[in-house]
Every structure is written in structure tokens, then in C-alpha cells.
């Protein structure tokens, strides 16, 4: 590709919301540039599921499938390169990337995801997207009724573990140290045989990605099948924010429901602006995105 190049829209973020806004884009044949590192964040995961038409598929294949059918709309360029900087003069965006090309474009679409944040227990991250997983919706159907536990306390362990309790009767909440759950709380986990265990976790030993035992701070382990892990994050790109770009008090991009952001011409979908983390949601808001890019681009055109 050339040096400097001027595009309608630069998509930046190559995934399932991005691909979605890109081929909403190229059906009305808008010049467009996706922009792509390659690091997704559910590399590890072996399938993908909860996505109609594709339950059960490998993430890497439907991403393949998407960009080979994306890359058929002559007008949509892909760039394997990482976004670094992002400026902006007058109506026009610039996009620097890590290689040394820059770009423009009228309109920005950020589809660049989260980047989650792994807590310090040995064999975590390598089972993360296998047997330790973030959402009931996306993975629990396929870990149902194992020994399961929750890493997590307070309003996160409350949240997600009515969702897993109907999937499984051995379930644990694994707190870190003492609960931030009123005695009420605790109650009601007591009801549903649910158990609340403070001890530290500090390993996860595993085959493969798939868990086996869990070992405390104490020196005692129990065995364990799955274990969810709702983690904090942090934003995979920092040039919305940059760009003025404004983040809610969850650390996610703000966004209206047509997907655009507080900044006129920005946009975002996907993961970075929703808490509704799966392929389904993320293709969904990037059609949104690329449907209403295209609309404003109309409007100031005609």
C-alpha cells in the first residue's frame, strides 16, 4: 500500500465487529480501510458458540470466512499493521501505524476490543479461553454440570452466579480472602448449596489448558473442572481516549445505540463499548456502525 493514502472510513480493529462494519461499508461502496494487528482476544478459545449458523466453528474460521467474503467488496482494503496514533485536523482523521504509514479518513470506526488484565496465579492465563472462561453464555453449555468455581467476590460473584448455578450443582465461589457479601448474601449461597471458600488461590494446574486442581496459598488443592473468571481490562487502544473519546464508569468506550461516541465522526463496536463480550453482540454493533457511517456519509454528500 502507498505511504498516504485517503479512505472514507478507517475501521481500526480486524475481528468480528470490524469485519461487520466493513462489509456494511463495502455493500454501499465506501472506500474503507481496516487496519489489524492479528491479536485477538479469544485466540486460545477452541470454539466459539451461542453465534447462530456458526455454534461449535473455530473463532480463527469464522474470522477467515468473514474476511474472505469483506475482501470481495472491491472498495475494502485490508492492512496488517498496528494503529498507534490518531489525530485529528479540522473534518479529517490521520491514523499512523506501527510500520510508519499514516492514513485519512472522514469517519473512524474503533472495533479494537479489550485487553483483559490476568491476575497472578500460575497456569491462569494459559488455561483462559479453555477452561477458565469469562461468560455462561459463550462457554457454559459446554461445562455444564462439572465442578465449576468463581473466582471472584462481591457484586461479580452475585452477578454471574445465579447463571452458573443452572448450570451445574458443584459450584464454588473462590473469593481471594474474606467475602465482601453481606450475611444475607451468604445465606442465600448457602441455600443453593453453593460453597463460599476464602482461601487464596495461587495455581491452576492443568493438561493442556484444561484445569485439574486448584492450589490454595495454605498448601491444599482441590480438584476442579472449570472455573469462571470475570477479569478487569483495559481499553486494547488508547487513541479513542486520546482523541477525546470518553469511557463510562465500567472502562468501556461510550457509546449512543447507533454506536457513535461523544467525539462527531468516531465510532465504536465490539467488546470495546459493550459489556455483552460475544461474536453474536460484536457482529451485530458493527453492522449498526457501518450502516450509520454510511448514512452520515449520505447525508453530508447529497
Known sequence: MDTHKDF??????????????????????RKVLIIDSGFPCNRQTPHSHNFITQDGAKPNE?????????????????????????VKHNDTFMISTASGQEFTSKKLIFATGVKDIMPDIEGFSACW?????????????????????????????????????????????????KPDLSEEQLLKFT?????????????MTHENGQIKNIIFEDGSKEDFEAVYGPLPFHQH????????????????LTVDGMQKTNIAGIFACGDNSSGMRS????????????????????????
Do not use: W
Not at 129 to 143: D, K, L
Not at 279 to 302: D, R, T, Y
Open 8 to 29: 472514507e472510513v478507517i475501521i481500526i480493529g480486524g475481528s468480528y465487529a470490524g469485519l461487520s462494519a466493513a462489509m456494511a461499508l463495502g455493500r454501499s461502496l
Open 62 to 86: 469464522i474470522t477467515l470466512k468473514a474476511k474472505e467474503q469483506v475482501l470481495k467488496y472491491k472498495s475494502v482494503q485490508f492492512l496488517d499493521d498496528l494503529a498507534i496514533k490518531g
Open 129 to 177: 479461553g479453555i477452561s477458565v472462561v469469562h461468560c455462561p453464555y459463550c462457554h457454559g453449555y459446554e461445562i455444564r454440570e462439572k465442578k465449576t468455581g468463581i473466582l471472584a467476590n462481591g457484586e461479580k460473584a452475585l452477578h454471574i452466579s445465579p447463571l452458573v448455578a443452572n448450570l451445574t450443582n458443584e459450584l464454588s465461589i473462590l473469593t481471594q480472602g
Open 191 to 203: 441455600k443453593h448449596n453453593i460453597r463460599v471458600i476464602e482461601k487464596k488461590v495461587i495455581e
Open 237 to 252: 487502544s488508547d487513541i479513542p481516549t486520546s482523541l477525546g473519546c470518553e469511557l463510562n464508569e465500567e472502562g468501556y
Open 279 to 302: 461474536v453474536a453482540n460484536s457482529v451485530a454493533k458493527g453492522n449498526i456502525a457501518g450502516a450509520v457511517v454510511n448514512m452520515e456519509l449520505v447525508k453530508e454528500q447529497f
